[in-house]
């Protein structure tokens, strides 16, 4: 499997210029989905916008937090399983953000806020330290994104 061989690479600690590459365009893909899995959560009656709310602040954490984990050398399934782990802590961090952006009255004036934003996120998440010691209970709302991204995946990886 796609992911198995990412995960393989992520655990010696050296990766090629191939592997990183391979772990980019996974994450690339595994947001996309994600993205498309925030929009078919907020057609859900009554609960859908507040969990689309939900999705989109992960996804802005994730935005933030790729640039510290990957200078740490921790491949998407590590990225991943931080944000299932510790989701209470990233969906409060990309709340304001989600909540200032989702208040803009055109495309064009939320893109602006997000490029305002997103910079001080960055910063941020390079000053943070999000707990590793979970008490609360896993979230893994990126599953069907990996799975549908492992399904994608399969049918390019033909043996």
């Not at 992911?3 to 393989?8: D, I, L, P, Q, T």
Request: glycine letters at 6%; aromatic letters at 12%.
């Amino acid at each position: 499997r796609v992911r198995e061989a990412v995960v393989s690479t992520q655990s010696t600690g050296a990766a090629s210029v191939s592997e990183l590459i391979a772990d980019i365009i996974y994450s690339v893909i595994v947001q996309c989905m994600f993205l498309v899995q925030a929009s078919l959560v907020g057609l859900v009656p009554v609960l859908g916008y507040p969990m689309q709310m939900v999705h989109m602040a992960l996804v802005y954490s994730l935005y933030a937090f790729e640039y510290v984990w990957m200078n740490q050398g921790q491949g998407v399934v590590r990225r991943v399983a931080l944000m299932h782990f510790n989701w209470s802590y990233f969906a409060g961090y990309g709340m304001i953000m989600s909540v200032v952006i989702s208040c803009a009255d055109s495309y064009f004036v939320g893109v602006c806020l997000f490029s305002l934003m997103f910079p001080i996120l960055i910063v941020s998440s390079h000053h943070s330290s999000p707990q590793t010691k979970v008490k609360c209970f896993p979230l893994p709302l990126f599953k069907p994104s990996i799975f549908v991204t492992e399904r994608l995946m399969s049918l390019t990886h033909r043996r």
